[in-house]
């Protein structure tokens, strides 16, 4: 073994106690190591540091622990067992910096939106390695596994799972994808490489969804001739009021502007102040925007009603309504992480699940929503010989 002889085992504490404590005690020969620490002075219900007679150490830590206690050591290998918060993770690989390996077993439930971008996404076969199964790998009855479970014992576990969890506990697929609002959203369909929208055949429609502790988010749809509508550009920055329109003007460039829409709390002023809003800021920059609906719920079944598509093989029997250039990751990037909201805590199970979603990645969401309720509809092009002698607020 290459690196340092110490290492650590991360999971629930229930599961640390009930679980991988006593598989240790089972698999280890009873004169080949030694619990350093007893439960006593470690103040934890399970045996908590582990010593071996081949100089090998390691510790057992609790997700439920701060990411603080998980510093100050320097470790060449790490076990993970089931879904960790971030910081937790990233101060485990800080402990790898003399070199070391991290091993992680899971099924993706709670937790799991960070772990799917930051490493399920970015495997390379190299730094990080993926390897994924579904339940029936640790089905005994069946040829060629070496699994452990009978096909009757996996029938009866699956049929008591909820149906929210299935997917996850059965195929492994993300869980924080399963309650995503969007779920007909799919890449392999509705994610597409960017082509030419020129001036004439295109009319472009832009959203702008703006906060004032989060950046500002602008979309451009651009709508064909026969009412096909594409996400082509994003802009997802911070910055005073020259810079953003600025920015704005420059993603509108070359393209035949309808008409823009804003959030509607950006027309408000405070009163605490004698600032005027950020809309009529944007009117002295030389951009003027409507107005967007405020209807959460209407924008989601619209948006819905464009993603659905109907398939046999390669073959479209239904088109969606919209698709998405590749190159707007920040919009692919919420579709696939805007979530419904769920209570937590003990009552929980006692209630229907919350009929909102949950308040957070929802910026350039909220834009489509705005755009397609506004049922945008392609234009033709009435002369104008340039993105320069086109106003858009005429048609507003």
């Known amino acids: 073994f290459p690196f340092l002889k110490r290492g650590r085992i991360i999971s ?22 030694e619990v350093k620490y007893s439960t006593r002075k470690d103040s934890k219900p399970y045996e908590s540091y582990w010593i071996t007679d081949t100089g090998y150490e390691f510790d057992l830590m609790s997700n439920e622990q701060d990411a603080k206690e998980f510093e100050s050591v320097d470790l060449g290998w790490a076990m993970l067992d089931e879904p960790s918060k971030k910081d937790i993770y990233i101060a485990t690989v800080a402990r790898m910096r003399r070199g070391g390996i991290i091993f992680w077993g899971m099924t ?7 772990i799917k971008e930051d490493i399920y996404d970015k495997a390379d076969g190299e730094n990080i390695s993926v390897v994924t199964a579904d339940v029936w790998a640790n089905c005994k009855d069946i040829v060629g596994t070496r699994g452990i479970l009978s096909k009757v014992d996996i029938d009866r576990m699956i049929s008591q799972y909820p149906e929210n969890e299935k997917k996850a506990r059965i195929n492994g697929e993300f869980g924080h994808l399963l309650g995503r609002v969007h779920n007909l959203f799919t890449p392999e369909v509705h994610v597409i490489k960017p082509f030419e929208i020129n001036y004439q055949d295109f009319s472009v429609f832009c959203a702008l969804d703006t906060h004032p502790r989060t950046p500002d988010a602008f979309s451009v749809m651009a709508v ?5 509508k594409y996400i082509i550009d994003e802009l997802w ?15 509108e460039s070359g393209l035949r502007v309808i008409k823009r829409l804003i959030d509607p709390s950006a ?40 993603l659905r598509y109907e398939k046999i093989g390669d073959l479209f029997i239904k088109k969606p ?7 707007c990751e920040r919009t692919i990037w919420e579709f696939n992480n805007y979530v419904w909201d769920e209570y937590r805590g003990i009552t929980s199970d006692e209630k229907d699940p919350k009929s909102k979603p949950k308040d957070k990645d929802d910026h350039f969401m909220e834009n489509i929503h705005r755009l397609l309720l506004l049922e945008p509809k392609f234009m033709y092009h009435t002369g104008y010989s340039s993105h320069d002698d086109f106003d858009p607020n005429a048609l507003i």
């Open 12 to 33: 629930d504490p229930t599961t640390l106690k009930n679980k991988i404590v006593p598989e240790l005690k089972k698999w280890f020969p009873s004169n080949r190591y």
């Open 321 to 327: 309504e919209l698709f998405i250039f590749s190159t």
């Open 237 to 251: 920055m911070d910055g005073k009021d020259m810079a953003i329109a600025s920015a704005i003007k420059a993603k």
């Open 108 to 114: 993706p439930l709670s937790y799991s939106a960070w």
């Open 267 to 306: 027309m408000n002023d405070d009163k605490r102040t004698d600032e005027v809003n950020f809309g009529q800021r944007l009117v002295d920059q030389g951009l003027n925007f409507e107005l967007g609906s405020k209807k959460m719920m209407d924008g989601i079944r619209r948006t819905d009603e464009a």
């Open 224 to 228: 064909d001739e026969k009412g096909q």
